[in-house]
Nanobody
Framework: QVQLAESGGGLVQAGGSLRLSCAAS????????MGWYRQAPGKQRELVAT???????NYVDSVLGRFTISRDNGKNTVYLQMNSLKPEDTAVYYC?????????????????WGQGTQVTVSS
């Protein structure tokens, strides 16, 4: 199977920066699209940013120019650099990855999620 381990969340003042990391591990054949989602209290989970295996990126409008998603394919790791943080960025951030992996001698592809990491931005 495949596991996603997130790190880097925490408490920061408005205007500050944080960097989230998410490493995929297990019987991985290939990590395909990877991304970050977030869920604020009382709100639905929303897409923040995604990146394909070739490096094409997509962002939600509210983070354009402030957040940067990147990845290290050799480490099956995706990063989210968050600058100029605002209180409205406060949420639990979840890593997502579409991973092709080995299961029972076969190749399969599934969608995996991390456990979430809290990001709190104080005003």
């Amino acid at each position: 199977q495949v596991q996603l381990a997130e790190s880097g969340g925490g408490l920061v003042q408005a205007g500050g920066s944080l960097r989230l990391s998410c490493a995929a591990s297990g019987s991985i054949f290939r990590a395909n699209a990877m991304g970050w989602y977030r869920q604020a209290p009382g709100k639905q989970r929303e897409l923040v940013a995604t990146i394909t295996s070739s490096g094409s990126t997509n962002y939600v409008d509210s983070v354009l120019g402030r957040f940067t998603i990147s990845r290290d394919n050799g480490k099956n790791t995706v990063y989210l650099q968050m600058n100029s943080l605002k209180p409205e960025d406060t949420a639990v951030y979840y890593c997502n990855a579409v991973v092709t992996y080995v299961r029972g001698g076969y190749i399969d592809t599934d969608d995996f999620w991390g456990q979430g990491t809290q990001v709190t931005v104080s005003s």
